[in-house]
């Protein structure tokens, strides 16, 4: 005689509903920090070059950062990332 998991235990959503309901504070899943950076955005043409930098010093600085603060999921940015990044988002593209 051969048993089916999901007939003698239900299956995974199930389970997990079941979970759910006896500890609803607990967390099973891990969530992503979503950490916004607050790059500048040129208000004119004159405002621009100042925007650019304050975003290369800012994405410069959260490269640095060690582990999964990095805000690349962890990785470090090239230059030419930082660049690219800290130019559309001064232009506000």
């Known amino acids: 005689m051969v048993l089916n998991p999901d007939e003698v235990f239900g299956t995974t959503s199930e389970r997990m509903q079941d979970l759910e309901r006896s500890q609803p504070n607990k967390c099973w899943r891990k969530k992503k920090k979503l950490s916004a950076m607050p790059l500048k955005k040129a ?5 621009l070059q100042s925007a650019i930098s304050a975003n290369i010093r800012e994405l410069m600085a959260d490269n640095k950062k060690k582990g999964k603060e990095k805000g690349a999921g962890g990785k470090a940015r090239s230059k030419k990332q930082i660049l690219a990044i800290a130019i559309s988002a ?3 593209k």
Request: glycine content about 12%; cysteine-free.
């Open 43 to 47: 208000k004119s043409k004159s405002e």
């Open 90 to 92: 001064a232009k506000g």
